[in-house]
Nanobody, 125 residues
């Protein structure tokens, strides 16, 4: 019902910063919990961060170690992921996803119904 498109990926040096955006269309994201996940080649998908419907409650995966910040702008129908102190192991395709209802675990990709196509983040040099 909602369409999601990520943007902002690219090449960044270790220790650098990068901001990702997730633009939604079709309906307001205020009715959804929004999560960020990532997947590197040959590895399973990892939880990165999530926001409640209002944006007032945020969750982070241990893998980002306090370096990332998720924010949700319902008026702009956009979710952001600010990534700081980037490491080579952060290299992955980053996806945003929407969940109408979190049943058990906000960190599980099984909870999310709609996914964007992803954007590549490469941390190197």
């Amino acid at each position: 019902q909602v369409q999601l498109v990520e943007s902002g990926g690219g090449l960044v040096q270790p220790g650098g910063s990068l901001g990702l955006s997730c633009a939604a269309s079709g309906r307001t994201i205020s009715v959804y919990n929004i999560g960020w996940f990532r997947q590197a080649p040959g590895k399973e998908r990892e939880f990165v961060a999530a926001s409640s419907r209002s944006g007032n409650i945020r969750f982070y995966g241990d893998i980002v170690k306090g370096r990332f910040t998720i924010s949700k702008d319902n008026a702009q129908n956009t979710v952001y992921l600010q990534m700081n102190s980037l490491k080579p192991e952060d290299t992955a395709v980053y996806y945003c996803a929407a969940s109408e209802t979190i049943r058990t675990n906000v960190r599980s990709d099984y909870e999310y119904d709609y996914w964007g196509p992803g954007t590549q983040v490469t941390v190197s040099s």
